[in-house]
């Protein structure tokens, strides 16, 4: 006799503590959250890896207790990615994007570099032509200016050249962390900055009430570049940058921010696995994205 069984989510055999990955069902099908990931680092110039984020944060997460009520989740599974070849695997994110948000009410994307949120905003305004908003929490404000080359640090640029009407804010930048220059490049496109010091001077509760009022009824893409959170909580980064929030905090903020505005798309990206220690980064992305399911909660 074979003492075996099947691969479990837990390894404490409690029949009530069910977890998210006993629950999830995988496929191109209908359902309230979608999953969907992007492996994909093609545009980063610092530190390689994210490329391997979407399969260890779904570790964590589907080994998450499942608090979300009736939510159905649907794994979608991965885009596939063409290495060396940016534009095609951009267009490939995009259409993927663009279909899965007909299955699913509120579709989570992880990533992948900073470019992912950007070919998934893409795929998301084919599906909403006007009326967005795009909600970033960043250490950066992804402005750059550069002669040659790629790089994810111009991901807000190229987002406001895909709709130039749609309100974008980034929330957690740190000034002694980016060139001056960025700032003023911000402003020239619209980009309305919450520093780091700002939310700590303000508050939560106040900055989320001032986005929500001044994004009305526009229908929102949020997304999370995990470098926001300082590196104590967060080593595993493709750019970290000391002084960001805590854990506790950004899930508050992630929490607040998706239940009040409802997000179409979340995505979480930059986590880096080969630079994190003991899985912390991949850990705490995982319960960002537990706190950004908002369905359950309407």
């Known amino acids: 006799m074979r003492f075996v069984r099947e691969p479990m989510y837990k390894f404490i055999k409690d029949p009530s503590d069910v977890r998210v990955g006993e629950v999830v069902r995988r496929g191109w099908i209908s359902g309230d959250v979608g999953i969907l990931g992007v492996p994909w680092d093609g545009a980063v110039g610092t530190r390689p890896g994210s490329r391997l984020a979407p399969s260890r944060v779904r570790s964590w997460l589907y080994s998450s207790p499942y608090i979300l009520g009736n939510t159905s989740i649907i794994d979608?599974?991965?885009?596939?990615?063409?290495?060396?070849?940016?534009?095609?695997?951009?267009?490939?994110?995009?259409?993927?994007?663009?279909?899965?948000?007909?299955?699913?009410?509120?579709?989570?994307?992880?990533?992948?570099?900073?470019?992912?949120?950007?070919?998934?905003?893409?795929?998301?305004?084919?599906?909403?032509n006007d009326g967005l908003a795009y909600i970033l929490l960043d250490a950066h404000p992804d402005v750059r200016i550069v002669t040659e080359g790629l790089t994810s640090g111009q991901v807000i640029r190229w987002i406001r050249d895909v709709d130039p009407n749609a309100y974008i804010v980034i929330i957690?930048?740190?000034?002694?962390?980016?060139?001056p220059y960025?700032?003023?490049?911000?402003?020239?496109?619209?980009?309305?900055?919450?520093?780091?010091?700002?939310v700590d001077s303000m508050g939560i509760n106040a900055?989320?009430?001032?986005?929500?009022?001044?994004?009305?009824?526009?229908?929102?893409?949020?997304?999370i570049n995990l470098d926001v959170v300082d590196p104590a909580f967060a080593p595993g980064v493709n750019s970290p940058s000391p002084g960001g929030f805590t854990s506790r905090e950004v899930i508050r903020l992630i929490r607040e921010l998706s239940t009040r505005l409802m997000p179409r798309v979340f995505d979480v990206v930059e986590v880096?696995?080969?630079?994190?220690?003991?899985?912390?980064?991949?850990?705490?992305?995982?319960?960002?994205?537990?706190?950004?399911?908002?369905?359950?909660?309407?």
């Open 76 to 128: 979608l599974g991965d885009v596939d990615v063409v290495v060396g070849d940016h534009n095609e695997t951009w267009h490939r994110v995009e259409e993927t994007v663009s279909e899965a948000l007909g299955l699913v009410r509120e579709l989570v994307v992880i990533g992948g570099d900073s470019t992912s949120s950007y070919a998934a905003f893409r795929g998301l305004k084919r599906v909403v």
């Open 172 to 179: 957690g930048v740190r000034t002694y962390s980016n060139a």
């Open 182 to 198: 960025l700032f003023n490049e911000a402003r020239k496109l619209g980009i309305n900055i919450y520093t780091i010091d700002q």
């Open 207 to 223: 900055v989320v009430n001032e986005i929500t009022s001044s994004i009305g009824n526009r229908i929102v893409h949020l997304s």
């Open 272 to 298: 880096t696995p080969p630079f994190d220690i003991n899985d912390v980064t991949s850990m705490l992305a995982s319960a960002i994205i537990i706190n950004a399911m908002w369905v359950h909660k309407v």
